[in-house]
């Protein structure tokens, strides 16, 4: 009678205890974060990069197939947050589909940035599925060039 299956030594018995171990450690350990499903559904939807130049905060945020009058951006400080919706492009019940791997729905982002913008001129447009929010640093943010003058 074996009481360990050993398969010509390529595996050790010790090794498949510890990963196993390791798996249910995982489990547990209460530091999972749900895996995000698409591109609208998650922990970090929509994609969006964020660009500074010396005068300017750039948001550059992936929306394909979003339509402009589905698209809230509000600012309250210096945080930045996208809402919208995503609709399917297709109604149910008017064929068979055979795969569905386009996202819909609601999404929301929501970006801090690291100094305070002027509000009152935030600009943002919506282009091939990217929208571009340009938000002006405050004036006394802004970096300045001191000259000096020689008497």
């Not at 130049?53 to 394909?64: G, K």
């Not at 729905?105 to 943002?124: E, H, I």
Request: net charge negative.
């Amino acid at each position: 009678m074996d009481l360990l299956h050993w398969e010509d030594g390529s595996r050790d018995p010790f090794q498949e205890f510890e990963a196993l171990q390791n798996e249910i450690n995982r489990l547990f350990d209460g530091t999972r974060v749900p895996e995000p499903r698409g591109i609208f559904e998650g922990t970090i939807s929509p994609a969006a990069d964020v660009i500074e130049s010396p005068s300017t905060f750039e948001v550059l945020c992936d929306l394909p197939g979003v339509e402009i009058g589905d698209i809230e951006i509000s600012l309250a400080g210096n945080v930045l947050t996208l809402k919208g919706e995503k609709k399917r492009g297709s109604e149910p019940g008017q064929g068979h589909s055979y795969r569905e791997e386009m996202k819909s729905g609601r999404f929301q982002r929501t970006l801090q940035l690291p100094l305070p913008v002027d509000g009152a001129k935030v600009d943002a447009t919506l282009k091939d599925g990217v929208l571009r929010v340009v938000l002006p640093k405050q004036e006394e943010h802004k970096p300045r060039q001191i000259s000096v003058k020689v008497k």
